[in-house]
């Protein structure tokens, strides 16, 4: 512990600034989301099995819902445009524009040089936990994904359905490409129904046990044609731990919804990102 100068707490005092304000984002229309969610109608249904993941695809201007059955759950969720995977889900920039966790309203914004929305929150069951008193909320955009890398890291294992390595089979199974090819295109990912936040005194990130229970759902809007991965992480809740086959785990379900003919009127998918990518030359 180095010795604080005599200007400390001055130091500490100084209040934060927001780093990307966002009253300028484009905004979604939820009225418009609503109606037309409220007459469609389920044309698709998977499931991810416990500590195992599932695959699904969802057009542009359908929905996709994700729901605990049988217990509570915690599910790693990746999406890619579903004609290009370079463009993907990007957790860090949807935390920086939204926060630490996300609900109804918020989007799931796309990876450089695209960063458009690709998911819209339409809603979220679990919206009323709010920010417990430990810093704890839902949904979280912090976390990276359990996976093998880390725990062969830290307790010398070989873990194999850990929430990286359910992705990856999930999209070599859905794409036809090997594992091998498969792997660079996971990503980090939305902690769909996780509690998490960071410790105050040691600035960690924690988990604890999951408000979800069987029936709670997060809806989403495809804002773009999306090809989706769900693990069913082998924490279960994650109220002790995870990769191991330790924890009570159970399935997650995702139902892709589609909307009357109409329902969204003249709507359009959002252009990619407009910076011209001169990059100063």
């Not at 430990?134 to 955009?141: E, P, T």
């Not at 294992?157 to 990286?164: D, I, R, T, V, W």
């Not at 924490?235 to 002790?240: A, Y």
Request: glycine share 10%; with cysteine.
């Amino acid at each position: 512990m180095t010795k604080p100068p005599p200007d400390a707490e001055a130091r500490r005092a100084v209040p934060p600034v927001i780093c990307y304000p966002n009253d300028s984002l484009p905004q979604p229309d939820l009225g418009l989301y609503g109606q037309a969610l409220a007459g469609a109608e389920v044309t698709d249904t998977v499931l991810a099995p416990p500590r195992d993941a599932c695959a699904f695809r969802v057009p542009a201007g359908s929905f996709f819902r994700i729901t605990s059955v049988d217990g509570p759950q915690v599910g790693d969720l990746n999406l890619w445009n579903a004609q290009d995977l370079t463009e993907r889900f990007y957790s860090g920039k949807t935390r920086a524009l939204h926060g630490t966790h996300v609900t109804t309203g918020e989007r799931l914004w796309s990876s450089f040089p695209h960063l458009r929305p690709m998911a819209t929150i339409v809603e979220d069951t679990l919206g009323w936990y709010g920010i417990d008193g430990f810093g704890g909320s839902v949904h979280d955009v912090i976390g990276t994904r359990c996976d093998p890398y880390t725990g062969n890291l830290l307790a010398d294992s070989q873990y194999h359905h850990c929430c990286h390595s359910n992705l990856v089979r999930a999209l070599a199974d859905a794409t036809g490409m090997t594992l091998k090819e498969a792997e660079p295109h996971v990503h980090d990912v939305l902690n769909v129904f996780m509690c998490t936040g960071f410790t105050r005194d040691t600035g960690q990130y924690f988990m604890k046990a999951s408000p979800v229970r069987p029936g709670d759902h997060l809806t989403l809007f495809a804002e773009i044609d999306l090809l989706g991965a769900l693990s069913a992480c082998p924490g279960g809740d994650c109220s002790s731990e995870h990769s191991s086959d330790t924890a009570a785990c159970f399935p997650l379900k995702v139902e892709v919804l589609t909307p009357e003919a109409g329902a969204l009127s003249d709507w359009q998918s959002p252009q990619r990102n407009g910076y011209d990518g001169s990059h100063g030359r």
